[in-house]
């Protein structure tokens, strides 16, 4: 497939020029374009439960080793909790289910949304489970309150995710294991002695955990550095592409736009109140990294990939009934959605080139009538891979079955409030954000449909529309 991608889309019309002059574009203009007044169809549809955004937080982003690394994943999941409660006012009782995301599970919490529900002082009456679906772990959740509203289950649904890598389970070998294991099944003094006496020097090895795939064995940086040499992705688009991705963040936060984000008091520790992984740089910096997966020829660096990050992530989901009666003005109706996979060695991150024409077609639009878009960035060489993909019609007959491309989503309205990027990536808590955020930007540049897409490990994505709620 590398080969014939790299042949075939080299003239890809995403050029690193372009794409300077794209980044150029979303930043020397107002950040926050404010869309004509449209007067679309609504996605309503008949017989069917209006299921809304009522508000969305999170606590701060921040790289993995800093302020929260003497936490535990349930404590930030209990911030995320908290500070909703405290944002949208719903009463605890009124909470009929919790639905959190989490990939790398601490054993002591393995069901977080439990444990961060209990001590965020929800009734034990209110059930909670968590789900893992990789770096889709948070749509996940949200997809899953969905569900439970449209099926009539509940009414009001808490949807969150969480990631903490400053402290993730390392393993004693399978030998030692074993080993252990059967020394606490020993019954005498001379059995244990005698497995005690078996351990050896290569027992004590730990198994570090890995960003890697199963399947294949792959690690999700050396995937991406293959992807972005199949579709011809130059390290200088990439670097480009980080680098707007770290300056429309800092405009964004300094403007004050990030305002999903709460103030979170860490105990034994100042308030932490911002993300602290935005860190504008310059080409000429950038250029000097290494490559970070395949040396010394391969293009994606530290500074063109996201980073690991801590974080969690809340969002509160209601029928737009219930939420009316209780006197809420929800910011958004979460309208279709897909999940995709698709082959995990050599497609592992087009997610988004799947999803996005499949959502497109059940909601009966078109890329042309979406105003928001709001994309997962992994590493900027996926992004990059994916906007040529979906402009593509050689691509989209080729491995899609389908007559021609979707196209590719316009810079203007691209992510223009930074991602994962520069933002961080908590993996199960980044959906979340995804979807506040398009809320965020509807109202703000008076749009009326938003797309979330991200990709996944296993080679899964997922899309969302968003409809604007009348202002």
């Known amino acids: 497939m590398a080969s014939m991608l790299l042949t075939s889309l080299r003239s890809s019309p995403l050029t690193s020029v372009q794409t300077a002059q794209f980044a150029a574009r979303s930043l020397s203009t107002s950040v926050h374009l404010q869309a004509q007044a449209k007067s679309k169809k609504t996605l309503a549809k008949p017989g069917m439960k209006n299921i809304v955004l009522v508000d969305g937080v999170r606590t701060p982003f921040l790289l993995s080793g800093t302020t929260y690394a003497d936490l535990m994943p349930h404590d930030l999941a209990r911030a995320a909790l908290q500070g909703l ?53 948070s749509n996940q959740a949200m997809t899953t309150a969905v569900g439970l509203i449209a099926a009539g289950q509940c009414d009001t649904v808490v949807a969150g995710g969480v990631e903490f890598m400053s402290d993730v389970p390392i393993r004693h070998s399978r030998k030692m294991r074993k080993t252990m294991l059967s020394l606490n099944k020993a019954k005498t003094l001379g059995a244990r002695l005698s497995l005690l006496g078996s351990i050896r020097l290569a027992h004590l090895a730990p198994e570090l955990p890995a960003v890697a795939e199963f399947s294949t064995a792959e690690t999700m940086g050396h995937s991406a550095d293959r992807l972005a040499a199949a579709f011809g992705v130059t390290r200088l688009e990439q670097d480009e592409f980080a680098l707007r991705s770290h300056m429309l963040a800092k405009k964004a936060q300094d403007s004050g736009l990030l305002s999903d984000v709460i103030n979170f008091k860490v105990p034994g520790k100042d308030i932490v109140s911002k993300d602290n992984g935005i ?116 691509f989209a007959q080729t491995y899609m079955g389908r007559k021609s491309k979707v196209g590719a989503p316009p810079m203007e309205k691209f992510n223009t409030w930074g991602g994962s990027l520069s933002l961080g990536h908590p993996f199960g808590a980044t959906g979340c954000r995804l979807v506040t955020t398009v809320a965020h930007r509807l109202q703000k540049e008076g749009g009326q449909y938003g797309l979330v897409a991200a990709c996944a490990a296993g080679g899964q994505g997922h899309a969302m529309v968003i409809e604007a709620y009348p202002q």
């Not at 601490?106 to 001590?119: F, M």
């Not at 909670?128 to 770096?135: E, G, I, Y």
């Not at 990050?309 to 929800?330: F, H, N, Q, R």
Request: glycine share 6%; charged share 20%.
């Open 85 to 137: 409660l405290n944002r949208t006012g719903i009463p605890k009782e009124a909470v009929d289910y919790i639905v959190y995301g989490e990939v790398i599970q601490e054993v002591k919490t393995s069901n977080v949304a439990r444990e961060a529900a209990l001590g965020a002082g929800f009734s034990d009456k209110t059930p909670a489970h968590t789900v893992t679906m990789a770096c889709i772990s």
């Open 279 to 394: 860190r504008p740089s310059t080409m000429e910096q950038m250029a000097r990294l290494k490559p970070a997966f395949i040396k010394p020829h391969g293009t994606v660096t530290a500074a063109n990939s996201s980073f690991l990050t801590d974080g969690a992530s809340a969002v509160l989901i209601m029928s737009e009934e219930k939420a009316l009666a209780m006197g809420y003005k929800p910011k958004a109706y979460l309208r279709d959605f897909v999940y995709v996979s698709q082959d995990p060695k050599d497609q592992l991150l087009l997610g988004p080139t799947y999803s996005t024409p499949k959502v497109l077609e059940r909601s009966g639009l078109t890329l042309n009538d979406i105003d928001v878009f709001e994309f997962h960035e992994a590493f900027a060489g996926q992004i990059m891979a994916n906007l040529k993909a979906m402009d593509s019609d050689w």
